[in-house]
């Protein structure tokens, strides 16, 4: 399996994502609605961005490992987030440095984008997170 990610010249820079990704594989692997949740349920960083995008992104993980997969594999992420507005970047930026060591995310990450919603699953879950992975 290869993931090529890239950001050929004249699109806009920079940014902290690669623009394109081109995969090579045959097993895809969709990981969806990952909430700041623990494994057993509980809400984990209520009202906190940055910490509910960390927990996600943990948990994203997780789905991503028991498909055989990491975040190398990963050729596109989305992420919905309620209410946004431009004040929450650095929080939700500071959310994915949170973790990028501790999940080893690629550096700039995959192609990705970051969707305002007016609300998600409960309401006090503030980003989900859908990642996009080819293995093989």
Known sequence: MSVALSSPEGMFQPVPYH??????????VHVAGQIAR??????????????????????TARGLAGAGATFSDV??????VTDWSP?????????????ADELELPQPLPPLSAIGVDYLFEPDVLVEVEAYAILD
């Open 87 to 99: 004040e929450k970047y650095d929080d939700f930026v500071a959310g994915i440095e949170q973790v």
């Open 38 to 59: 623990d494994g057993d349920g509980n809400r984990v960083a209520t009202g906190d961005l940055a910490g509910q995008l960390a927990q996600a992104l943990r948990n």
């Open 19 to 28: 623009h394109v990704s081109v995969a090579t594989g045959t097993r895809h």
């Open 75 to 80: 050729v596109r992420l989305r992420f919905f």
